[in-house]
């Protein structure tokens, strides 16, 4: 991608090129060329796939829904000015990239999608095997979960519950909300439901992923150096996972019999020890967070399909009212964006009876006239305008792969470990209560309490 030398603003499609390298596989399909469709920009396409031309026009209308006469017309044109080459592996790409395409005049600038590696040494090698031909300011690594409009809500959303000065600075009476004093154990749950077996959940994504979400710190919202840097602080701040401190799972057949376990599907080995389900927790060693539990779940095959991060304060220790639930901060990534504060509240009447109820700020109603774009869009447009405020950096990396990597050669090197079965379509193992209250998390039905998810637009949520 390309500007003018003295970096004046010009038209995208006189000046930029994008090359899509995989453009045959799935993540094309589903996520890249959506997310470009619209772009008035040269789109060259690159994978080992051999296909002509004619094919490739054919997937990429395949990838797109036209509802209208208007966006069918805008596929066509959009179809006009892609390309396709087909080629070798990453790495050698990269090179050639950079030998023969570099702009002689502007910038160029490079998506890395994940995962960046499996381990610390694997990351590592993957980030030098690109350190000769990229600086670390033209690579921008994508995780789309960063570009989610939650995650990047999160920042302005959970700055709302900081004192005007920094921490370091504040009395007992200034210090945040969102403080280990007042702290039980903030959770990040991730829960996917799916029955494929080839896309079996590991622990080694899904923990670096929302580790590197968590915004607790973030001291401004720019530059973007300064939010980077912060993140970083606290990725260095945490301890290495223990394996005392996680469980492990692998879904069986549901309790009905309908479902399939996850070693019935054929391309399984049946010795398989694959984690399909992780719980974990790890601790920020930090002034803020010090002794504060951070559970985080995530698993295939569960009974829900959501992502959110659930902040749970402490019980109140005096009051009128007695044996409530704790109050919950809730911040929804998907499905049906929203923030929201589960809290307890006096049932109108004569009564002293209590009721959970919300605050809720729920995108789908407040914002109803806006459209909230993919992860991908946004990132993109981030790319293309030099931000790199929702990418990865070298030493992020670096620092979330520290976290994890001996947890993940413990599991790998200790056979006897096998995951707990779970039925498919629960909650995950068993023993999951319990591991989560050990740690001081509560977990309360509340009564049947329902959050609505939207209004007249079908029953709320059970939580």
């Known amino acids: 991608m390309a ?190 439901s799916t029955s494929s077996a080839s896309s079996a959940m590991s622990c080694r994504t899904i923990c670096c992923r929302f580790l590197r979400c968590l915004p607790w710190s973030a001291p401004s919202l720019s530059p973007a150096e300064d939010i980077r840097d912060e993140k970083v602080r606290v990725l260095r701040a945490i301890p290495a996972i223990e394996p005392k401190n996680v469980i492990i799972g692998q879904y069986g057949r549901s309790l009905d019999g309908s479902k399939p376990a996850y070693k019935e599907d054929d391309t399984v080995p049946k010795d398989s020890r694959c984690p399909t389900f992780c719980a974990l927790v790890a601790y920020i060693k930090n002034e803020r967070w010090d002794g504060v539990p951070f559970i985080m779940k995530a698993g295939k095959a569960l009974n829900e399909q959501k992502t959110e991060i659930r902040v749970q304060f402490k019980d109140v220790t005096s009051g009128i009212f007695k044996d409530i639930p704790r109050n919950e901060l809730v911040m929804r990534i998907q499905p049906n964006e929203s923030v929201y504060i589960k809290m307890n509240s006096k049932l109108p009447g004569l009564s002293m009876q209590t009721v959970v109820t919300e605050l809720d700020l729920t995108y789908r109603r407040r914002f109803s006239d806006l459209k909230i774009p993919e992860a991908y869009e946004s990132l993109i447009l981030d790319c293309l305008k030099g931000d790199h405020s929702n990418f990865v950096r070298d030493d992020e990396l670096d620092a979330s792969w520290r976290i994890f990597t001996p947890l993940l050669h413990y599991l790998d090197d200790n056979k006897e470990i096998i995951p707990m079965e779970y039925p498919y379509g629960s909650r995950g193992p068993a023993v999951l209560d319990d591991f989560t209250a050990s740690y001081g998390y509560k977990f309360s039905d509340a009564a049947g309490y329902q959050w609505p998810t939207t209004s007249a637009m079908g029953s709320g949520m059970k939580l």
């Not at 006469?69 to 000015?81: M, T, V």
């Not at 080629?87 to 994940?114: D, M, N, W």
């Not at 921490?167 to 280990?180: D, F, G, K, N, V």
């Open 3 to 192: 500007s003018d030398h003295h970096g004046a603003a010009v038209e995208l499609k006189d000046n930029t090129v994008i090359v899509v390298l995989g453009a045959s596989g799935d993540l094309a399909k589903k996520k890249t060329y959506p997310a470009l469709f619209g772009l008035d920009i040269r789109i060259v396409g690159y994978a080992r796939t051999k296909m002509d031309h004619d094919e490739y026009i054919r997937r990429i209308k395949s990838y797109i829904k036209t509802p209208t006469k208007e966006s069918e017309q805008q596929l066509e044109e959009f179809c006009s000015i892609c390309t396709y080459v087909s080629g070798h592996v990453f790495t050698i790409v990269s090179q050639h990239l950079k030998r023969c395409c570099y702009p002689s005049r502007g910038v160029a600038r490079v998506i890395v999608e994940k995962p960046f590696g499996k381990d610390l040494a694997s990351s590592r090698e993957l980030q030098k095997s690109l350190e000769p031909d990229w600086r670390e300011e033209e690579l921008f690594r994508i995780d789309h979960y960063l570009g989610k409009e939650m995650v990047e809500h999160s920042y302005s959303a959970f700055r709302q519950l900081l004192p005007g000065r920094y921490l370091e600075q504040a009395s007992h009476r200034q210090r945040p909300r969102l403080h280990s004093r007042n702290l039980s154990a903030p959770r990040v749950v991730v829960v996917t």
